[in-house]
């Protein structure tokens, strides 16, 4: 009898085998869930037909992860799980009473915890029914290596309606299809040899050696320019990958597995008139807002910290990329820690800009393309010393700028959970239809006492917003 040969639908790209490669380390898991809360139960066959057909059209979601090779050498591939089954990634619960909405975290956060079995395509989703007050909410828990924030919400997308009653027929979104096999993703013959897959890591190596020849010829027409550029290339690329051995802070050393899901509230109308009034932008609120609540935080232990190191993801995704995989740059600064919020806010945004045209951003796929090169357990002890001496994460992601329903059921709240990736705590900022939904995964061993953090966070941020006109204006009243 002869068995059916398995069928590949793509290589992992530089950057997806990078946070493929670091899960090896459990402080370092990549899960990233995000917690839809719905005014009402959507119909379960329905759901499961939804989630059914976003497989169907997203390859990636019914492939599981093959080792390029017994030794760990190389990038693995995406194949197709032979014996998927939609009843062990999607799954169906009714909260026992009284459930809330921190029952619905709690659920959330354990699933953040644990790792993914790599036997089977890294994804999962439960739909929580019996909330308080006849609600629900869909869980869903992606491999980072699936998608980044901005793929992930493309992929939520998929299973989305804009009105309450849902359309019929083929549905098919403005959103690219994830892990489909093109010309250039790396399936197809040929691309299982180990020599194949080392020439096809160097090949993506050469044209940044081409950029440096070129450079070096332009060199010698303008030497004392060409010697800036290059120096400020290396200090730039070297502050990417300098090892941070131990956070800034003093208090919050600790890493481990735990971790705690929390929310924060806020008025996107005032984030966006606060970045207004001051000249900054809503990223640079939300980082002067965390700094506050760090500050407050330490304060509250007795402890005066004069900086902490961000790690801050720089959205690189060109139009012509497809919604899956990752395509953003992980920067990594200092930044200041004051007690006057305007001052603050002008130096984050004076820095962060500054980080965001870094020219070693531009190096970040050869980079990850080397490192994708060396044996996967010195590839993540090499990241690990990079990741692990962050002090905390901010991330801002767009959310759809419309109303969304879910087979009839409301979106009400889209909140996105992303990985502490080393740090004491992630801030997440998701925007859907005009709402500010932030969601923070804490580490507990580097944060045991999360209620005070978090109302430290909220605090933090009610502070730089009441810059906007509005909030004065609310306050006066």
């Known amino acids: ?91 169906r619960m009714v909260a026992p009473p009284p459930a809330t909405f921190r029952t619905v ?9 644990t790792a993914f079995d790599p036997e089977l395509p890294l994804w999962e989703a439960v739909v929580v029914e019996g ?34 009653v849902p359309r019929h027929g ?32 160097f090949a993506e190596l050469v044209p940044a050696w081409r950029r440096v020849l070129d450079a070096t010829r332009h060199a010698a027409a303008n030497p004392v320019a060409q010697i800036n550029r290059t120096r400020a290339m290396a200090e730039s690329v ?31 109308d005032l984030l966006r008139q606060a970045a207004a009034v001051t000249g900054g932008t809503l990223n640079d609120v939300l980082l002067t807002g965390v700094l506050g609540g760090l500050r407050r935080y330490h304060l509250e232990h007795g402890i005066e910290v004069e900086q902490l190191r961000v790690l801050m993801p720089v959205n690189v995704r060109g139009d012509s990329d497809a919604v899956g995989g990752n395509h ?27 980080w965001k045209h870094a020219p070693g951003l531009g190096m970040s796929n050869v980079l990850a393309g080397a490192l994708d090169l060396l044996p996967a357990p010195l590839s993540s002890a090499l990241w690990g010393s990079m990741l692990k001496g962050d002090d905390f994460v901010v991330t801002n992601v767009p959310g759809p700028p419309f109303e969304t329903y879910l087979v009839g059921a409301h979106v009400e709240q889209l909140f ?14 998701l925007t859907p239809a005009g709402r500010s939904c932030v969601g923070v995964t804490i580490d507990t061993a580097a944060i045991p006492d999360a209620a005070l953090m ?3 966070l909220q605090e933090g941020l009610d502070e730089v917003v009441h810059l906007a006109p509005d909030s004065r204006q609310v306050a006066e009243a």
């Open 328 to 354: 953003f740059v992980p920067a990594r600064f200092a930044l200041p820690v004051l007690a006057d919020p305007v001052e603050l806010l002008r130096r984050v945004h004076e820095i962060a800009g500054s």
């Open 416 to 429: 996105g959970f992303a990985p502490a990736s080393g740090a004491a705590l992630n801030v997440a900022l």
């Open 105 to 113: 975290l709690d659920l959330a956060q354990v699933m953040g915890t």
């Open 238 to 268: 070297g502050r990417l990958l300098a090892p941070a051995r131990r956070p800034f802070s003093p208090l919050m050393t600790a890493r481990s597995l735990g971790r705690r899901f929390e929310v924060l509230d806020l008025s996107t």
């Open 131 to 164: 909330v308080e007050g006849g609600r629900a909410a869909l869980v869903v828990k992606l491999h980072h290596a699936v998608a980044d924030g901005v793929g992930g919400i493309a992929v939520i997308l998929h299973l989305l309606d804009r009105h309450r």
């Open 1 to 91: 009898m002869t068995s059916t040969p398995t069928r590949m639908n793509g290589t992992m790209s530089a950057n997806d085998t990078l946070l493929w490669t670091i899960a090896r380390d459990p402080v370092l898991r990549t899960a990233v869930v995000a917690v839809l809360m719905l005014d009402r139960s959507p119909p379960w066959e329905d759901v499961q037909e939804r989630v059914r057909a976003l497989t169907q059209l997203v390859p990636r979601f019914r492939s599981r992860v093959q080792p390029a090779s017994p030794l760990g050498w190389g990038r693995p591939v995406w194949v197709e799980d032979e014996g998927f089954d939609l009843d062990v990634h999607l799954r």
């Open 454 to 456: 978090r109302s430290c």
């Open 170 to 201: 083929n549905r098919t979104s403005d959103a690219t299809s994830i892990g489909d096999s093109s010309p250039n993703d790396g399936s197809g013959p040929g691309n299982g040899g180990m020599g194949t897959k080392l020439r096809k890591g």
